[in-house]
């Protein structure tokens, strides 16, 4: 993948607003192929918003997005909006996103939780999407647990049956939203360890986290936003032991 | 589904012409004039007459059932041909339809309880309470009595029972119910007979074609003296009968009268076991209505609420009003103007769909509240996940949404489902024969209330109760949150032993 010139993600001049309230203001940034970055920053600094607006779940106000060759700019969504939609719903079949609150089906056992999105969207056989969906079960070591349903399982699990569910679909890039935040504090690390995993495999993956350990142990680089602004972009590392900026390092040092 | 439309289509293509006469009564109007009789058959002397013209016409005599009040109307929208049924001339009613030659003459009668010396005409009924059939000939002799209080009744059997049980003094009817009723309800008696009143077949106006038909086979049936025969069968004969018709065949035995007479007196046990195949069909055309019905509720609610919650500002503006028109006017109203009004702009549904279609629309617009209720209990995040994983709006709400909503709407629907098995009864109103009209017709034929009345009320039980049960075990079986209670009783060891 590293081939490839383009960046796998290019975020240029990116703006949200709610009503009169911006939430993210003139937001630039490039991530590549096989990345695991870290977009950190206190409560409502619009850190999950700009995670919603790459798979567009929110719509963009200004600026463009293009991930992995599909542009999605606010400029389209004013001029032909049926074009707009059918790239955004383009865009979300190559991009996995994971939930804070894992939003597993609780009407389907785990197994047919990950079959149902290839089997919809890609009219992918039973057959295939079962063996598929037991490999990647396997994948996150729950195949086991297949037959059961989500409510029968603890919160590490459901995540990372989520992470499995959204792998199911063949992403070329996983957004995680606060992946660690609803679960116990002992359960945290079997999440990580999966994420891990799938970074060691290439995968492009970005989080929105407050588990400054794991963004500073795995993350090739983090994103630091405050009041909607990009404040700081840098090494892990570098942001860690010497932030650049007055905020980083008032947040830093609250969480470390 | 399938299914369902090939049935509406039946239910279209079942209007056919040619060889028949469709013809219309009101059973509930009892002996001797169109009613069931004790085996559950058409019987009555009307009944017998236009069979007889039908035979003349070589035509297939075809019964329709409508209320007396709606008789007129459902002859002018074409639901039958001809109305048999004490139909007279009168002021309101001679523009409307085109009336054929008398068949039946007779004078009104004027009954009291027995033991009642005090009443002997209409004279002595001055400050008392008379009893009436609406839009009779008593009804408009009566007008011009201002001091007698009259009551009107939709049928013979509530005035003749009211008179029995005192709550009024006398009711006045036209001779063969009269004479009928003092033979079923004894207790009775005829005190004076006066007046006179002439039955009349009636026909859709300009239908001039079928009215000469008519007309030229009660002549010939009158002249081979068959009309005297029916009439004197039945015990009708009275001196204006023989006063209308020239050549007169006595008869001498009232065979029907002694018939029905018998059947009055024969064991009450036999005669309920009697009516139960006629319930037990009337239950099926219940069951038929609600079940229809209520597909249509679901798939109209359903898509109503979509239309609500997906759709554009001014459609969902639309669909909101029509919603709350169709909540906030009377079901029976709805149905009168599906059955009777629409048929003004060209659409004329038979008395089946009609009663479907009303049912399902006046159900839709509660069910798509109930929809609403269900779909935004369903947390907004399972929308997401599913948009997120790809899905289109419509694949989300198809597969994520709507099944665990479902769930949530399980209740309510059962709710829903048991009462328009009760509301259903309304679809009597426009020529349906289901339980509740059954019942009525019955009871007022044999004048007996409370048997069948407990026989029809075990009938709708036994109509509702296994929809609950069944909504009990699908709601055990689908229910999420309870099946979380069910999680913590699996023992902790099997997380151990997978892992």
């Known amino acids: ?256 | 589904m399938k299914r369902f439309l090939f049935f509406i289509l039946i239910l279209f293509g079942s209007s056919t012409y040619g060889d028949e006469l469709r013809w219309a009564a009101d059973t509930e109007s009892g002996a001797p004039s169109v009613f069931y009789d004790g085996n559950s058959q058409l019987a009555g002397f009307e009944k017998e007459i236009i069979e007889e013209v039908c035979k003349e016409l070589d035509k297939a005599p075809i019964f329709y059932q409508n209320d007396w009040a709606w008789l007129i109307p459902g002859l002018d929208h074409g639901l039958y041909d001809a109305i048999v049924e004490g139909l007279f001339r009168s002021e309101e009613n001679k523009d409307a339809v085109l009336f054929s030659i008398p068949y039946y003459a007779c004078p009104l009668s004027l009954l009291v309880r027995e033991g009642d010396e005090e009443i002997k005409s209409l004279e002595h009924c001055r400050k008392k309470k008379v009893g009436v059939l609406c839009c009779s000939r008593p009804r408009i002799v009566l007008k011009e009595y201002e001091d007698i209080e009259v009551f009107e009744y939709p049928n013979e059997h509530g005035a003749l029972s009211d008179v029995k049980n005192g709550r009024l003094d006398a009711a006045l009817l036209d001779y063969p119910a009269a004479m009928y009723s003092t033979i079923a309800l004894k207790g009775l008696k005829i005190v004076n007979n006066f007046d006179s009143v002439e039955y009349l077949m009636a026909v859709r106006k300009g239908n001039y074609a079928l009215i000469g038909e008519i007309n030229g086979a009660l002549l010939k049936l009158i002249q081979n003296g068959k009309v005297q025969i029916i009439v004197s069968k039945w015990g009708l004969t009275n001196p204006l009968f023989d006063a209308y018709i020239a050549k007169m065949v006595g008869g001498s035995g009232a065979d029907a009268r002694d018939t029905f007479e018998r059947e009055q007196s024969s064991s009450k046990f036999q005669k309920y076991v009697k009516l139960l195949p006629i319930f037990a069909k009337a239950a099926l055309v219940t069951l038929e209505v609600s079940i229809c019905g209520m597909i249509v509720a679901v798939a109209l609610g359903l898509v109503l609420v979509l239309v609500k919650l997906y759709s554009p500002r001014w459609i969902r503006f639309i669909v909101t009003v029509a919603v709350e028109i169709i909540r906030g006017t009377p079901l029976i109203v709805q149905l009168f103007f599906i059955f009777y009004g629409l048929p003004f702009v060209g659409i004329t549904l038979q008395p089946l769909v009609a009663g479907i279609v009303a049912l399902g629309i006046n159900y839709a617009a509660y069910e798509s509240e109930n929809f609403r209720a269900g779909l935004e209990a369903v947390p907004s995040g399972q929308m997401e996940a599913a948009r997120a994983l790809g899905m289109s709006q419509w694949q989300s709400l198809r597969y994520v949404v709507i099944p665990q909503a479902f769930c949530f709407v399980l209740p309510p629907l059962t709710n829903d489902f048991i009462a328009i098995i009760k509301e259903s009864s309304l679809v009597s109103l426009i020529t349906i024969v289901e339980l509740t009209k059954t019942y009525t017709t019955v009871a007022s034929s044999s004048f007996d209330f409370f048997i069948p009345g407990i026989i029809v009320a075990v009938l709708y039980l036994a109509l509702g109760l296994p929809f609950v049960r069944l909504a009990k075990l699908a709601e055990k079986y689908l229910a999420l949150e309870k099946s979380a209670y069910r999680a913590k009783r699996i023992p902790k060891k099997s997380h151990i032993n997978a892992q």
């Open chain 1, 1 to 256: 993948m590293s081939e490839n010139a383009e960046p796998l993600i290019q975020v240029r001049n990116l703006s949200k607003h709610y009503g009169e309230a911006a939430v993210l203001e003139n937001i630039s940034f490039n991530i590549e192929s096989g990345d695991l970055v870290s977009i950190i920053g206190p409560s409502g600094c619009g850190k999950s918003t700009l995670l919603r607006c790459l798979n567009c779940l929110e719509i963009l106000d200004e600026g463009e997005i293009c991930i992995n060759g599909t542009l999605i700019s606010s400029q389209l969504a004013l001029v032909d909006d049926a074009m707009f939609c059918r790239r955004a719903h383009q865009l979300r079949q190559s991009i996995g996103m994971v939930f804070q609150s894992f939003n597993l089906f609780p009407h389907k056992t785990l197994l047919e939780n990950i079959m149902l999105a290839p089997m919809v969207v890609r009219k992918q056989s039973r057959e295939l999407s079962r063996r598929q969906g037991m490999e990647l079960l396997d994948k996150v070591g729950l195949a086991n647990f297949y037959k059961r349903h989500p409510w029968s399982i603890s919160g590490g699990q459901k995540q990372r049956v989520a992470i499995a569910r959204a792998l199911a679909m063949n992403p070329v890039l996983m957004l995680y939203d606060e992946p660690t935040s609803a679960l116990d504090p002992e359960m945290v690390e079997e999440v990580l360890q999966v994420m891990r995993n799938l970074d060691r495999d290439g995968m492009t993956q970005v989080i929105v986290s407050h588990e400054m350990k794991f963004a500073r142990d795995a993350s090739d680089y983090i994103i630091y936003v405050e009041g909607g602004k990009i404040v700081e972009i840098s090494d892990e590392d570098e942001i860690f032991i010497s932030p650049k900026d007055e905020r980083t390092k008032r947040f830093l040092k609250r969480y470390m």
